[in-house]
C-alpha cells in the first residue's frame, strides 16, 4: 500500500513559478518511476513530466523549456517545478508513482489545483 501526498499548489500569475512536492509513503519499492499529470477544465488528463529512478526524465512538449521535474529517491519525493507559468498551465495536477510488485502497480494522489490568473 502507498500513499501520495502533493503540496505546493495555488494561484499565481503569468510568468510566475510554483514548486509541487510529492511525498510517497508506505510500502513503498525501490525502483519507482514517479511523474506528475495534470487535468485541465473539459480537458482529459494528461502527461506532464516523469522521471525514473536513475533520474532520466520525460517531458510533454507543452511544458518541456519551462517545467523540471526532480525526484529524492532517499525520501521518495518526486519535485516539479514549474516556471514562466501561462493560463493553459491552469488545472489540477496529479502525483503518480509506477512500481513492479507480483504485477504493475499504479498509484494516484488527490491531486493539488494550479491556478494561473492573466
Known amino acids: 500500500q502507498v500513499q501520495l501526498a502533493e503540496s505546493g499548489g495555488g494561484l499565481v500569475q503569468v510568468g510566475g513559478s510554483l514548486r509541487l512536492s510529492c511525498a510517497a509513503s508506505?510500502?513503498?519499492?525501490?525502483?519507482?518511476?514517479m511523474g506528475w499529470y495534470r487535468q485541465a477544465p473539459e480537458k482529459q488528463r494528461e502527461l506532464v513530466a516523469i522521471i525514473t529512478p536513475g533520474r532520466s526524465t520525460n517531458y510533454a512538449d507543452s511544458v518541456k523549456g519551462r517545467f523540471t521535474i526532480s525526484r529524492d529517491n532517499a525520501k521518495n519525493t518526486v519535485y516539479l517545478q514549474m516556471n514562466s507559468l501561462k493560463p493553459e498551465d491552469t488545472a489540477v495536477y496529479y502525483c503518480n508513482l509506477k512500481e513492479w510488485g507480483r504485477e504493475l502497480m499504479d498509484y494516484w494522489g488527490k491531486g493539488t489545483l494550479v491556478t494561473v490568473s492573466s
Open positions: 508506505g510500502s513503498v519499492r525501490s525502483g519507482n518511476v
